[in-house]
């Protein structure tokens, strides 16, 4: 009774809200439309090229790994780990982000240190700690299957380069997108779309619990950065091999004291700039059901961990948040929202034959 007089509270008070039903659907009206750069346009022989060279171990040193190791398509794009698969004798020291909607992120990585996906797909081939492949010894490799040098003369009517497997990977990366939400067909006017704990989510997400100022969008991210004083993940500090990594990346970043550090300084690490001291890129929301565990070092394993965090007011410390002050019933309509809103079709892939 107490969570229905909630609910035509919130419901009452929706249409003179800040951010409406109506303007937040326009906000999400780009999902239908993924941008594509002008000089990497879309062929399906591009995104057959880039879906073989996803799922090929060669783009791994010791040829164990592929792209698809870490970001695993029935797990949605993710690996279900805290910190992400790492190359043996190695650890890698952050959670794997889902690669689902990539297409709209302004910056990728928790740190954003790559702003395109084209950027972005070489990055983990070459990482000691990832796949440990140098780039250019890459395509050598690739030279010498037939089946590639067909297929890179066909896409690109051109010999196989690092530039080009770049280009062909971030061309299939961008059909990974989440589809046909509930909320994305509440929102277009099918008021059935959702339940009524769900609604009553999506009132607290856009009122009282403040989620809207930083997720809203197609992809429900302000592609922001922010420090919420997220805690460590013990096991870097208790990981040597982690530690290494950590320190390893700070080192490249011309970090003075890295050997010192025990902590992730986020996108300090890229721009230098105190403002971005340990603040980490604002997170997609869509398909975070079933993308756990949570935040940059996969410390929290559950949404209801995520969500009394921020209810919390966030890390000892953050200027970013404050307390939220929601009831149980509240925090659970809030996952609600989350978990049944904001889950789409499931992304189907049919495995390649690798050449």
């Not at 250019?136 to 297929?151: N, T």
């Not at 870097?236 to 010192?260: C, Q, T």
């Not at 398909?287 to 965090?309: C, K």
């Amino acid at each position: 009774m107490q969570e229905n007089r909630l609910l035509a509270l919130f419901i009452s008070c929706f249409c003179v809200m800040a951010f409406s039903a109506s303007s937040f659907a326009v906000q999400l009206e780009p999902m239908a439309s993924v941008p594509i750069p002008t000089d990497n346009p879309q062929t399906s022989e591009k995104i057959g090229l880039g879906k073989k060279l996803f799922f090929d171990r060669r783009l791994s040193g010791d040829g164990t790994m592929s792209c698809a190791a870490c970001h695993i398509p029935e797990q949605a794009f993710t690996d279900g780990q805290d910190i992400a698969l790492s190359y043996p004798t190695t650890k890698n020291w952050r959670n794997t982000p889902t690669i689902i909607n990539a297409a709209f992120y302004k910056f990728l990585f928790h740190d954003g240190r790559a702003k395109s996906l084209e950027d972005q797909a070489l990055m983990p081939v070459g990482s000691s700690f990832e796949m440990n492949l140098n780039s250019d010894f890459l395509v050598e490799k690739l030279r010498i299957v037939p089946e590639y040098v067909a297929a890179f003369q066909k896409v690109f009517n051109a010999d196989v380069t690092k530039e080009r497997i770049a280009m062909a990977l971030a061309s299939f990366e961008r059909t990974i997108i989440s589809r046909n939400a509930p909320l994305d067909r509440y929102l277009s006017g099918d008021e059935a779309a959702l339940s009524e704990g769900a609604r009553l989510g999506f009132a607290l997400f856009t009122g009282k619990g403040k989620c809207i100022r930083c997720h809203y969008g197609p992809h429900m991210s302000d592609d922001g950065f922010h420090a919420l004083n997220v805690p460590e993940n013990p096991d870097i500090v208790n990981d040597p091999r982690m530690l290494a990594s950590l320190r390893f990346v700070a080192k490249l970043s011309g970090i003075k004291d890295y050997r010192d550090l025990k902590e992730d300084l986020g996108r300090y690490l890229v721009t230098k700039d105190q403002r971005d001291w340990k603040s980490f890129k604002t997170p997609d929301l869509r398909e975070i059901a079933r993308t756990a565990p949570y935040m940059h070092n996969g410390v929290f394993a559950t949404l209801d961990q995520v969500i009394e965090f921020l209810n919390e007011g966030g890390g000892k410390g953050n200027l970013e948040l404050t307390p939220l002050g929601l009831s149980d019933a509240e925090k659970n309509a809030l996952k609600t929202f989350l978990t049944e809103a904001l889950t789409g079709d499931e992304i189907k892939i049919e495995y390649p034959e690798i050449p």
